[in-house]
């Protein structure tokens, strides 16, 4: 029953954030929006809704290791499995502002989580820290690259506009609403369940079954843009998740309740955090294309993670 929840959980998520970001971007579209500032709200935060639904879920309910997990786990996954699978399917040639502003970001971040962990707490004011980052970063992208930015997130809008009528959007949007409430009640309940008959940790399941399941959507998009040779669309679409996960998700989530960290989660799993990180950077700078044999390379990676991980809890 609990790997019921949890299949049906990250399959109402799924389709609760497919919903919630036609739904939006149709209404904000009628509202006359530019394609630049929906790509960079409706659909940044939408996308990543489930992520943020399971998070809030997970930490008002005192299971702040799902919460921290899934977030770890689903940027590990995103640089090590979907990005290794991307490039195994088209390699990506990677451009200078990958390299020169969201890969620097994204390290940032990473680095910004592990220092202020140290306490083993993200308090509220570093939730708020988090936020202001992303929104002080997402201005100076606006300003500074404002033709290239709107191409990319035009890109972004495209995937979900449909000549729908206005009441199909409301729909749609309540159908995103109601799945993803359910969605994080059913899988948070199937982690409860899954590690209760099993005897295993909460932040084992959330690091692997359902850092998996919410990093799908990532996986399908890339996987598509790569097919399409839309690279930039590919790597940028994974970077900046893992971006948006630590600052705007766990950011918050720490505004609403502080988010504790247990020592399992600092003494293994974020180092390679900051491992997959590093790592995907020299792949990236040299020869400015990922291939192949990089993506091997990623995978092995997070092969090793996942069987260190059950090694710590077996």
Do not use: H
Not at 116 to 133: N, T
Not at 146 to 165: D, H, I, P, S, T
């Amino acid at each position: 029953m609990g790997y019921l929840f949890l299949i049906i959980g990250i399959i109402a998520l799924l389709i609760g954030g497919e919903s919630l970001v036609r739904g939006s971007v149709g209404i904000a579209l009628r509202l006359k929006i530019s394609s630049l500032v929906i790509g960079m709200t409706v659909v940044s935060f939408g996308t990543s809704a489930p992520e943020l639904l399971v998070s809030l879920s997970s930490v008002l309910n005192g299971m702040d290791d799902v919460a921290i997990g899934a977030v770890i786990g689903s940027n590990i996954s995103n640089l090590g499995l979907v990005l290794g699978i991307t490039v195994l399917i088209f390699p990506i040639v990677v451009s200078k502002d990958t390299i020169k502003i969201d890969w620097p970001l994204m390290m940032v971040a990473s680095l910004l989580f592990y220092f202020l962990s140290f306490d083993r707490l993200i308090s509220s004011y570093e939730g708020v820290l988090f936020v202001c980052i992303l929104l002080a970063f997402s201005i100076w992208l606006v300003l500074k690259s404002r033709k290239q930015g709107k191409k990319l997130y035009e890109e972004g809008v495209n995937q979900f506009v449909a000549k729908n009528a206005f009441y199909k959007d409301v729909i749609f949007l309540i159908i995103g609403v109601v799945g993803l409430y359910f969605g994080a009640e059913w899988l948070i309940k199937g982690v409860v369940i899954v590690g209760n008959e099993f005897n295993i940790s909460q932040k084992f399941i959330s690091v692997t079954v359902v850092a998996f399941g919410t990093s799908i959507p990532e996986l399908v998009t890339s996987a598509v843009a790569a097919y399409r040779k839309e690279t930039d669309i590919s790597i940028g679409n994974l970077i900046g998740s893992n971006v948006f996960n630590i600052l705007a998700i766990l950011g918050v989530t720490a505004v609403f309740k502080p988010i504790a960290i247990s020592d399992s989660i600092m003494e293994f799993d974020v180092y390679f955090l900051l491992g997959i990180s590093l790592l995907v950077f020299p792949l990236m700078y040299f020869g400015r294309k990922i291939n192949r044999i990089k993506g091997v390379v990623l995978l092995l990676f997070y092969s090793i993670y996942i069987y260190f991980t059950i090694m710590n809890e077996f």
